[in-house]
């Protein structure tokens, strides 16, 4: 499956955006699909997770309580809901299938993957 993230842009400090990540094919029970992040000069890391079905969702601590992912296989798509921004969230956001449960150690071995990241969508948060 081929995934795509969209939705990325600039906004100030404390407010909100929504990424899309589209499939190729259809999503529906399959795996875990995930969203990640590189900011400039700083390594990919894990951001949020939602299992094939939604059961299972893992957030990374920087982003607890401020972002939201869902996920709609009716439409192939996973949206991550972003909100209070911080500046310290500027990066380039990529989604990803997660070949396993939605953990932080998935997460992080996930990030640190080979695997074609595509081009992302660039988030700014400007102060």
């Known amino acids: 499956v081929q995934l795509q993230a969209f939705g990325g842009g600039l906004v100030q400090a404390g407010g909100s955006l929504r990424l899309s990540c589209t499939a190729s094919?259809?999503?529906?029970?399959?795996?875990?699909i995930g969203w990640f992040r590189q900011a400039p000069g700083k390594e990919r890391e894990g951001v949020s997770c939602?299992?094939?079905?939604?059961?299972?969702?893992y957030y990374a601590d920087s982003v607890k309580g401020r972002f939201t992912i869902s996920r709609h296989n009716t439409n192939n798509t996973v949206h991550l809901q972003m909100s209070g921004l911080k500046p310290e969230d500027t990066a380039t956001y990529y989604c990803?299938?997660?070949?396993?449960?939605?953990?932080?150690?998935?997460?992080?071995?996930?990030?640190?993957?080979?695997?074609?990241w595509g081009q992302g969508t660039l988030v700014t948060v400007s102060s």
């Open positions: 990803q299938t997660v070949y396993a449960m939605c953990t932080s150690a998935t997460m992080t071995r996930a990030s640190q993957g080979s695997t074609n």
């Open positions: 939602i299992s094939g079905r939604g059961q299972t969702i």
């Open positions: 094919q259809s999503i529906t029970d399959s795996y875990p």
